[in-house]
């Protein structure tokens, strides 16, 4: 069992950029991919970024290539989120996942692939 909190979320102007952790407990966090979803209101979970568990390889969801940079420590059992030049269409709440699933595109962008999940963390961005 891996258990995964979010941190970092919060209130943030448009332009300005944010910077969320997912800190792991439980089970090694080796060997696990991890990725970051979010879900807006009245929308559907979407792919934000995914990173292999040696994070030689990287993916994002074209809303946020670019602009969010996604990254890992793993002596920390930690994975991030740099959000930058956000906007407010970026507003959901962001939620960090692991999988043991070594994959890349499209199977690293579905929901499914994942095995455990955090509680998630509000993004706001104001216009």
């Known amino acids: 069992q891996v258990q995964l909190v979010e941190s970092g979320g919060g209130l943030v102007q448009a332009g300005g950029s944010l910077r969320l952790s997912c800190a792991a407990s439980?089970?090694?966090?080796?060997?696990?991919?991890g990725g970051w979803f979010r879900q807006a209101p009245g929308k559907d979970r979407e792919f934000v970024a995914a990173?292999?568990?040696?994070?030689?390889?990287?993916y994002y969801g074209n809303s946020v290539k670019g602009r969010f940079t996604i990254s890992r420590d793993n002596a920390k059992n930690t994975v991030y989120l740099q959000m930058n030049s956000l906007k407010p269409e970026d507003t959901a709440v962001y939620y960090c996942?692991?999988?043991?699933?070594?994959?890349?595109?499209?199977?690293?962008?579905?929901?499914?692939?994942?095995?455990?999940w955090g509680q998630g963390t509000q993004v706001t961005v104001s216009s």
């Open positions: 990173i292999s568990w040696r994070g030689g390889n990287t």
């Open positions: 439980g089970r090694t966090f080796s060997g696990y991919a």
């Open positions: 996942a692991v999988t043991t699933t070594q994959t890349g595109r499209p199977v690293i962008e579905r929901a499914i692939v994942y095995d455990y």
